[in-house]
């Protein structure tokens, strides 16, 4: 599991439009990288709209939002044109990203467990550090703390 201070793992996975997206792409900018657990449910549908919300922000402070999940492209896509999300979501079926980044684990409902997405976001530098690391956080503490760390 990558830690703050430590180079972020590259990785590359499948976006909403079935295009091949790399963490790499992206370097010379800051990325906000957020581990929802399934497109279109509540919390995530608040998470994601909260960073679409503040992307203007985002943008001008030479960053990217970049969403991942176990979500097929095609589920992705149908969600980000619903919400009118201006960012890719990365899909990771079988959740080798997740996992390595931390954010898949042991979760429990109604006293049922079960494995899943740990709602997560990370923030990476310009040069692929990580700056920031939020593992198990609500969905408006996310947006409220990413957006801190890229002002």
């Known amino acids: 599991m990558p830690a703050i201070g430590e180079q972020a793992p590259d990785f590359e996975l499948l976006n909403q439009d079935g295009e091949p997206t790399k963490l790499s792409d992206y370097r010379g900018k800051k990325v906000i990288l957020f581990a929802y657990p ?3 449910t509540s919390g ?3 998470q994601a709209c909260g960073l679409r919300d503040e992307y203007p922000n985002f943008e001008a402070s030479n960053a990217v939002v970049l969403g991942i999940s176990p979500d097929e492209p095609k589920d992705n896509l149908k969600w980000k044109k619903a919400e ?3 960012y890719d979501l990365l899909s990771d079926p079988e959740h080798k990203i997740l996992d390595a980044w931390g954010a898949w684990g042991e979760k429990s409902m109604y006293g ?3 494995m899943g997405v740990i709602r997560s976001h ?3 530098d310009e040069d692929g550090k ?3 690391e939020q593992i198990k956080i609500s969905p408006k ?3 409220k703390k990413a957006s801190a760390m890229v002002k």
């Open 112 to 114: 049922k467990k079960y």
């Open 141 to 143: 503490d996310s947006v």
């Open 84 to 86: 009118n999300l201006p």
């Open 44 to 46: 995530c549908t608040t």
């Open 122 to 124: 990370w923030v990476i």
């Open 38 to 40: 399934k497109a279109g």
């Open 130 to 132: 990580i700056l920031d």
